[in-house]
């Protein structure tokens, strides 16, 4: 009886035991995961939502450039071409042919003509003759920037470009398409609005591909259109752009000021471009929060939201292009998010679906082996039972307790010698420590990420304060000279920027001043100004005329610049003892000139071309005479192409008005207002493009020095 109660009483505390320890790791097991799964999903919507706002801002740079760079090539063609109509007679008339197949896939150019145009009209003959000398220049402007092609519209119905396309314009029988540009949308809207503008999305007539097309009218000087410039930007380019940075869940789409999908990289039906008769406007659609979404986006930058599609739900983002006035829409799966942290439980499920069945297992042999004992045994049966039972519930309550104070001061679960047991116990604890260990290193990772984030972020802000220093900053620059004041400031768009000022003694007698703006932003564009920086100065100081030095800056530049980046520079040479100013324009603004009546006038110099763009290039001197107390100003684009939330340029005139109403104040209280004004035009818009500029004023000597 005694051997049968003992057997009883072992096997009822051993059934007891081994079922609260299996409820006790099941409720541990659980309480670890749902830990586990908490904290991932908080890490990985952090991660997901800094990641995402940074690389949409990139990304949305980025496709900005590419409409800028159009936008930028369209305004040079237009300037130049307004430069032929108006004076025809300083310009030779130059051959031109239709299309021809063999200059298939070469930089050619071509004529088309609509059906109701006669070729042997000899005013046909006369202006086709004019547009064809812009030929080089327009070529080059292919060459130089690898683009697709450059064209010229005419009210007459003829048409003259630069393409790769020559092939493109016959049909299978041979013979040519009909094409009247006249009939072209972006020629009626470029025309209707009077201004440079950007097309909705339109099937191009030569290649047939979608594209977007950058059209700028140009008139006579009597205010009749002369023609229309344009250049293609194909979606296929933009698309290739945007997929190359895109990851598995997300997306990338631009939409116009109409609402309508212009170009995407994804398959949700909500977001496939059309051209403008089939498109849809999203903010009047079904899914009103994406509709939100977008009218938001095109005001300003949004916060990231989460917005439901067909697919599921998204985060997602709009970022405004600046250039074209749309916006960039950025999505990330939410599903796909949350990717790690299905992983992560699984992975969890399996150790701990491995550590049950080896503690099965052990529990299993040891009650045999238990049982068998207590048979020959029984007089040790009690006892066994009690030591059994202290070895098995004193480890897992000490791992229920290690379990229960883990939190951020003490994050790991770590091994001890209480739990080597040699047995499932031990089995059960080596797996919470390496499910402990590989979640801390998880979240260390997650720690060094951001840490190197806000590392680059610190390098860029010392980027920022080496550029400053590198331009003269202390003023008045040469406190012992009475014969000048001169006051300069640059204000980056970002981190770093891509203007530069420059003023510096050549000899006693000789003051340089340069003011300069290199194409594009950030860091290149700041690398690049301070390589031209250092090359205009020591040319200027080795003697020889503003030109002489832009065209030797220029050739020097043009050896090493692979990246063809290029930059505008105005130079000029103070002569401080007459007040003669020696100066040569390389594409820059003009500059502001203070006049005897104490009013400030325009100099409109003659540009040459920009620095960094084609080599042997010549530039011209001219002079200007500086009186005693007479002022000059000089600039970069930044300040007239400033606008504000309403979309309306600074301009040219606002800042000859500020000028003129504080004439009497020196260089550094004139900067000053303008500042101010500046600030006050632009309100809370974003800014985007350098700041800079540059006033000196002449004093000379007293006559009795002389």
């Not at 006579?220 to 380019?237: F, S, T």
């Not at 309403?646 to 004439?663: I, W």
């Amino acid at each position: 009886m005694t051997i049968l109660l003992s057997l009883l009483a072992y096997g009822g505390l051993t059934m007891y035991q081994s079922g609260m320890l299996s409820q006790l790791a099941a409720e541990t097991s659980q309480k670890q995961q749902d830990t586990i799964t908490d904290t991932t999903v908080g890490i990985m919507d952090q991660v997901v939502r800094e990641n995402m706002e940074r690389s949409s801002v990139l990304e949305a740079q980025i496709t900005d450039d590419m409409f800028r760079s159009a936008k930028t090539r369209v305004m040079f063609l237009a300037d130049y071409a307004t430069e032929v109509f108006a004076h025809p007679e300083n310009y030779t008339p130059h051959t031109y042919a239709p299309p021809k197949p063999e200059n298939e896939g070469k930089l050619a150019t071509q004529v088309l003509m609509a059906d109701d145009v006669d070729p042997n009209d000899p005013e046909i003959q006369k202006n086709l003759g004019l547009v064809a000398s812009m030929s080089e220049t327009m070529i080059s402007l292919c060459s130089v920037t690898d683009i697709a092609n450059i064209y010229l519209g005419m009210p007459d119905g003829t048409f003259f470009s630069v393409s790769r396309n020559s092939g493109q314009w016959f049909l299978e029988d041979g013979s040519m398409k009909n094409y009247d540009v006249r009939t072209r949308h972006w020629y009626q809207q470029a025309e209707a609005e009077g201004k440079l503008c950007f097309s909705d999305v339109e099937v191009d007539a030569t290649t047939g591909q979608m594209n977007i097309v950058c059209a700028m009218p140009i008139y006579y000087p009597d205010g009749k259109l002369a023609a229309v410039a344009g250049a293609d930007v194909y979606l296929n380019d933009i698309m290739e752009s945007l997929g190359a940075s895109d990851v598995e869940g997300g997306f990338r789409a631009a939409v116009n000021h109409d609402g309508h999908v212009l170009f995407t990289t994804s398959t949700e039906p909500e977001f496939q471009a059309r051209i403008s008769a089939e498109a849809a406007d999203l903010r009047t659609g079904e899914n009103t929060e994406l509709g939100q979404l977008v009218t938001d986006a095109l005001e300003d930058q949004t916060d990231i939201r989460i917005v439901k599609l067909g697919s599921g739900n998204y985060y997602m983002m709009g970022v405004p292009l600046e250039t074209v006035s749309w916006t960039l829409i950025t999505a990330f799966s939410e599903e796909r998010a949350e990717t790690p942290v299905d992983m992560l439980q699984e992975k969890y499920t399996e150790i701990q679906s491995e550590a049950t069945s080896t503690y099965r297992q052990k529990a299993n042999n040891s009650k045999t082996i238990a049982f068998i004992c207590i048979a020959g045994l029984a007089a040790l049966l009690l006892l066994n039972t009690v030591i059994v039972g202290k070895r098995i519930v004193r480890p897992l309550n000490k791992i229920t307790k290690r379990i229960t104070e883990l939190g951020e001061e003490n994050p790991e679960f770590k091994m001890e010698e209480t739990f080597r047991t040699g047995d499932e116990i031990e089995v059960l604890a080596e797996s919470f420590a390496d499910l402990s260990h590989k979640t801390v290193e998880y979240v260390g990772e997650v720690r060094r990420v951001t840490a190197e984030n806000e590392r680059i972020g610190t390098e860029l802000n010392l980027a920022r304060r080496i550029q400053a220093e590198m331009l003269p900053n202390i003023f008045p620059p040469f406190p012992e000279r009475t014969d000048m004041n001169i006051y300069a400031s640059m204000q980056p768009a970002k981190e770093v920027g891509g203007d530069f000022y420059d003023f510096f003694l050549i000899d006693n007698e000789h003051l340089g001043l340069v003011m300069a703006d290199v194409s594009g932003k950030g860091v290149p564009a700041a690398l690049f100004m301070m390589a031209a920086k250092i090359l205009v100065q020591n040319h200027t100081m080795n003697g020889g005329s503003p030109a002489e030095v832009l065209q030797k800056v220029n050739n020097q530049i043009c050896q090493k610049n692979k990246e063809q980046m290029f930059v505008t520079v105005w130079l000029g040479i103070l002569n401080l003892k007459t007040g003669l100013l020696t100066a040569a324009n390389a594409g820059h603004e003009y500059p502001i000139l203070q006049g005897e009546d104490g009013r400030y006038e325009l100099v409109k110099d003659k540009h040459g071309f920009v620095i960094g763009g084609l080599e042997n290039v010549k530039y011209k001197d001219y002079t200007l005479q500086l009186n005693r107390g007479m002022k000059l100003f000089v600039y970069t684009d930044g300040i007239p192409e400033a606008t504000n939330e309403a979309g309306e340029f600074y301009g040219t005139e606002r800042l000859l008005e500020t000028l003129n109403e504080h004439q009497g104040e020196d260089p550094t209280e004139l900067i000053h207002h303008i500042h101010l004004d500046l600030k006050g035009f632009v309100g809370n818009a974003a800014q985007f493009d350098d700041v800079t500029m540059l006033c000196v004023q002449f004093l000379g000597t007293e006559p009795n020095e002389n």
